[in-house]
């Protein structure tokens, strides 16, 4: 029997308020936790006030409702079908000889749509407001700033201590011994005053200082003189350079391709960006795998059975996918397998879970 576009609106509402309530309840008590949070943290920071504060949480807000968009699809489908299964309406559809796989068309119709839209529209917004977030946390929690940028000119890099700073660009990165290539060295005396600039062939970073060859020195009160080896103090580390990368979650999804190139192109590995950005393609698919699941756990409950077995099993599934999603995530930055499996394994696990409880449930 073919669908009725009565039926499959009805069950669309069902599941769109459903989604929503379970999505504005979920947020309510993120929001809430987040701005606890950023209370503990900004305790004895006179700058940081409850103001900056919830300012702080509102920015992040959007990277949290990406991160429990899936948990919110699946408890979402779970109050929809139990809703649904509790007033007998499952039963009526499957006695007029509609089939459970037809009845999920308009949630995963939905939830695809869903999954498509914040992948190409709500992300970019996150990865906007996170980047805020990142800034006023860096400006009134951890007082640092970024030290580094990479672009299609090369990378550029800035240290500072006491007496100033180094301002460097290179055009190219030698990343396991972490030397730098056609290097140019703006040294500051503060944060403006200009003191002197170095040119040189090479810049490898060792413990506490730059071991800089073949370079040429010039300062305003002297003309450029040419050495074969300069030492340049410096406090950096290959670990702190590393961290200093825009993180993945900052990029928006049409910007991550190209973010990747001018890594590779400079020298750094893009490994941590291209799992993230192979994660978002598969997203749509782990958010429809919820509504999967969710259904194999809420379809064929009735009164007596009652709501325990439906929470009980979304609770448990939750974590499961919780504990997955981070194990496998974890495998794939340590390189241990291919970063397109390790960003597909969570949506084509969960998928196949799904449609195997369904088949091993369904009788026809």
């Given at each position: 029997m073919r669908l009725s576009s009565t039926l499959s609106s009805?069950?669309?509402?069902?599941?769109?308020?459903?989604?929503?309530?379970?999505?504005?309840?979920?947020?309510?008590?993120?929001?809430?936790f987040d701005v606890v949070e950023m209370m503990r943290r900004a305790s004895g920071k006179a700058d940081a006030t409850m103001g900056v504060v919830i300012q702080m949480s509102l920015f992040k807000l959007p990277h949290l409702v990406e991160s429990m968009l899936p948990f919110t699809i699946l408890f979402g489908a779970m109050f929809a079908f139990w809703r649904l299964a509790n007033a007998n309406e499952i039963i009526v559809a499957r006695a007029a000889g509609v089939s459970i796989w037809q009845f999920l068309v308009p949630p995963i119709f939905l939830t695809l749509a869903l999954g498509i839209f914040q992948v190409t529209i709500f992300n970019p917004f996150s990865a906007v407001m996170l980047t805020k977030f990142e800034s006023v946390e860096a400006k009134y929690l951890k007082r640092t700033t970024s030290m580094l940028n990479i672009s299609r000119n090369g990378l550029w890099?800035?240290?500072?201590?006491?007496?100033?700073?180094?301002?460097i660009h290179a055009l190219r990165v030698s990343k396991e011994e972490m030397k730098l290539h056609d290097v140019i060295i703006f040294l500051f005396e503060g944060s403006e005053k200009f003191v002197g600039r170095v040119d040189a062939e090479t810049a490898q970073l060792k413990v506490g200082y730059w071991d800089i060859r073949d370079a040429?020195?010039?300062?305003p009160?002297?003309?450029?003189?040419?050495?074969?080896?300069?030492?340049?103090?410096?406090?950096?580390?290959?670990?702190?350079?590393?961290?200093?990368?825009?993180?993945?979650?900052?990029?928006?999804?049409?910007?991550?391709?190209?973010?990747?190139?001018?890594?590779?192109?400079a020298g750094f590995s893009s490994h941590r960006h291209q799992l993230h950005y192979y994660s978002l393609l598969a997203l749509p698919i782990l958010?429809?795998?919820?509504?999967?699941?969710?259904?194999?756990?809420?379809?064929?409950?009735?009164?007596?059975?009652?709501?325990?077995?439906?929470?009980?099993?979304?609770?448990?599934?939750?974590?499961?996918?919780y504990i997955l999603g981070d194990v496998v995530h974890a495998l794939g930055l340590s390189t241990n397998v291919p970063t397109?499996?390790?960003a597909w394994t969570p949506a084509g696990v969960t998928?196949?879970?799904?449609?195997?409880?369904?088949?091993?449930l369904e009788d026809g």
């Amino acid at each position: 029997m073919r669908l009725s576009s009565t039926l499959s609106s009805y069950v669309g509402r069902q599941y769109a308020f459903w989604l929503a309530s379970s999505f504005c309840a979920l947020m309510g008590i993120a929001l809430l936790f987040d701005v606890v949070e950023m209370m503990r943290r900004a305790s004895g920071k006179a700058d940081a006030t409850m103001g900056v504060v919830i300012q702080m949480s509102l920015f992040k807000l959007p990277h949290l409702v990406e991160s429990m968009l899936p948990f919110t699809i699946l408890f979402g489908a779970m109050f929809a079908f139990w809703r649904l299964a509790n007033a007998n309406e499952i039963i009526v559809a499957r006695a007029a000889g509609v089939s459970i796989w037809q009845f999920l068309v308009p949630p995963i119709f939905l939830t695809l749509a869903l999954g498509i839209f914040q992948v190409t529209i709500f992300n970019p917004f996150s990865a906007v407001m996170l980047t805020k977030f990142e800034s006023v946390e860096a400006k009134y929690l951890k007082r640092t700033t970024s030290m580094l940028n990479i672009s299609r000119n090369g990378l550029w890099l800035r240290q500072s201590d006491a007496g100033g700073q180094a301002v460097i660009h290179a055009l190219r990165v030698s990343k396991e011994e972490m030397k730098l290539h056609d290097v140019i060295i703006f040294l500051f005396e503060g944060s403006e005053k200009f003191v002197g600039r170095v040119d040189a062939e090479t810049a490898q970073l060792k413990v506490g200082y730059w071991d800089i060859r073949d370079a040429w020195i010039s300062t305003p009160k002297r003309a450029a003189h040419h050495v074969d080896r300069h030492e340049l103090p410096s406090e950096l580390t290959l670990t702190k350079i590393q961290e200093s990368f825009a993180s993945p979650e900052t990029m928006s999804f049409w910007d991550l391709p190209g973010f990747v190139d001018e890594l590779e192109a400079a020298g750094f590995s893009s490994h941590r960006h291209q799992l993230h950005y192979y994660s978002l393609l598969a997203l749509p698919i782990l958010l429809c795998s919820m509504v999967l699941i969710a259904a194999a756990f809420t379809v064929h409950i009735n009164k007596r059975s009652g709501a325990s077995f439906a929470i009980i099993g979304g609770v448990v599934a939750s974590f499961l996918l919780y504990i997955l999603g981070d194990v496998v995530h974890a495998l794939g930055l340590s390189t241990n397998v291919p970063t397109q499996l390790a960003a597909w394994t969570p949506a084509g696990v969960t998928t196949m879970l799904g449609l195997a409880l369904l088949l091993h449930l369904e009788d026809g």
